[in-house]
């Protein structure tokens, strides 16, 4: 049976380093929104941020879009390159009429930015607070405050598939086979879980 997650705690937990990642897929079921999610046990890696790099930066939030051809992406990244990319650029442009799908199991990648806490154990100390091996307290408090007045933001990036026109229900049958994009950005790990956890219920 699949393992039940009614918060988005449950959904991403936060690990700290020197626990173990998870070896094993979850498939979790939240019951509130009657659907099942992937979790995979490998996390969002640099190659996944490198292929969603046109959307992180060329796009906005809260709107839906198709990857550009490679021939437009290619100009976009020679313009930006040399400061003369127009804002929004001409070659991304926001769906008028976005039609996400809703997928019968979306799954849910889960970069370390999300899943560790900003109050993360430091236990190599480089800065000689103390001669013990193991947590160190003054490191740990640095860096917390540190990360706390830092304005952090975290992105996530749904993706789906849009629906045919004349369609008007959700089923993942009807879609027409083009990948759509959306980005949704947060200020803290806790907020961008919360936002996985309810984009799980319909849009993804
Ligand atoms: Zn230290």
Redesign the pocket.
Known sequence: MAERVSSHSDLIPPRCSGETDPDADRIVRIPIFKRNIYVPSHGASSADLADFMWLLKFGGPEQWYERPEPVKLDRMTVLDAVGCLRCPPDELKALDNPRPLSLDVPQIWVSAALNTPTDDD?FD??????DFAGK?????V?KREALEKTSLVYTLVLSTFQANEYYSGKNSLSGNGKNIYKMIRCGGREAAAAAAFYAAQDSI
């Open positions: 430091v100390c480089m800065a000689g607070h103390g160190c307290n003054q490191c740990t640095g």
